[in-house]
Each structure stands twice: as structure tokens, then as C-alpha cells.
């Protein structure tokens, strides 16, 4: 495996279990992780960053490798109230430990672990051996693939939820704070997706308490 990262290139596993997010930074919805196990050397040239593919692309990607010809995943959501109890970061670090202890007992051999980001180091998540290396979903192809089946369960989600709370535009911003979601949010104001202990979220709560 080539990625010009010498902690990678040096190992000597024989799985590599890479692990990625999405919705990190919405205004509303869930914090989406996954993570996926591959045998070393395991490549894909149609499996690269999420944000590379095209929708169709990343869609075509997620239904190969979850029904036509599955690979070892997990998913894990958090919700809008847990994110507001405990902070977007240890709802992080505590989704990327789940998905990665599920995972872990299925590698029958030495298995390097791989988080994207973490530029200072995985340690935080709390599993041994862990690494922490930004562009991962770009150099690590089972960051690369968690990546995007993080990526599609996210949207889908949020498509979905689009039809419950109509008007928001969540289907096409995921809730993401666009132009579009701004200027619903002032009409409309949050709804229970939102994240209340985010700035522009917890302002506009303010604004309606106060009149």
C-alpha cells in the first residue's frame, strides 16, 4: 500500500481497519461514523474520498459493498440530543471507538487501525495501536470506503427526514448551515434535528425566548 505515510508503508498487518465520519459539522442531524476492514493491499480504483465522487458515483460504491459483495462495516449514528449533551467531539471519539471494537474481533491477524484526521494523534478514542492521519480518506482505501458508506448513510437519513420536516431543504444541504438552511431557519426556526447547543441554533432559541 503506497501512501507515502511510513507508518502505513512499514506495516506489516494483514488487515487494515480504516474509520471516517460524516456530519461532523451539521447544524441538524446526526454525527454519522463508519468503519470498514480490509485485507492489506485490498484496492478499488472506483474507491477514493467521498468528496472525489459524484453522488450516482458514491452511491453506486455504497450498494457494491453492502449487498452485491459486502465487506466487513459498521455505522454508527448520533443523534442530534446526545451530540447537545456531551459535545460533537467525545460524540466522535465515542462513535469511531464503537464502530472500531465491533470490528476488531473479526481481523484473524495483525490488523492496523486508522482513523482519518486526528493530526495530533488517536489516542483520544481509546483503542491501542489506533493512528490518527489526516487525508486518510484519500491515502487508506478502507478510509476510503468508510468515507463514502459514511457519506450515503448520512444523506439517505436526511432525505428521509426531509419528508418529515418538510421546508428545511434537508434533502439537498443534509443540514449543513447553506444560504438555503439559513434562510429557513429564520423562517421556520429549528425543528428536533437541530443541534441546540450549536452557536446559530442556540441564538435563534434565545431570539424566541426573548420575544
Request: aromatic fraction near 8%; charged fraction near 15%; charge should be neutral.
Amino acid at each position: 500500500m503506497e501512501t507515502g505515510n511510513s507508518l502505513i508503508d512499514l506495516s506489516t498487518a494483514d488487515w487494515i481497519l480504516g474509520s471516517d465520519e460524516s456530519g461532523y459539522g451539521s447544524w441538524a442531524g446526526p454525527l454519522t461514523v463508519c468503519s470498514v476492514l480490509l485485507p492489506r493491499g485490498w484496492v478499488d480504483p472506483g474507491v477514493q474520498d467521498s468528496k472525489k465522487l459524484s453522488r450516482a458515483q458514491r452511491e453506486c460504491v455504497y450498494d457494491r459493498y453492502t449487498r452485491a459483495t459486502p465487506v466487513p462495516y459498521c455505522v454508527t449514528w448520533v443523534q442530534a440530543p446526545e451530540i447537545d449533551a456531551v459535545g460533537v467531539w467525545q460524540a466522535l471519539l465515542a462513535a469511531h471507538r464503537a464502530c472500531l471494537t465491533a470490528l476488531l474481533p473479526l481481523a484473524n491477524g495483525p490488523v492496523l487501525i486508522v482513523v482519518d484526521g486526528f493530526p495530533h494523534g488517536a489516542e483520544s478514542i481509546g483503542i491501542d495501536g489506533c493512528i490518527g492521519l489526516p487525508k486518510a480518506d484519500q491515502l487508506v482505501p478502507s478510509c476510503s470506503l468508510a468515507s463514502i458508506l459514511a457519506k450515503v448513510s448520512h444523506d439517505r437519513y436526511m432525505q428521509q427526514q426531509a419528508a418529515i420536516y418538510p421546508g428545511y431543504g434537508f434533502g439537498s444541504h443534509q443540514g449543513y448551515g447553506t444560504a438555503e438552511h439559513q434562510r429557513a431557519l429564520a423562517k421556520k426556526g429549528p425543528c428536533p434535528l437541530h443541534r441546540k447547543s450549536y452557536g446559530p441554533i442556540k441564538k435563534l432559541l434565545g431570539c424566541a425566548k426573548a420575544s
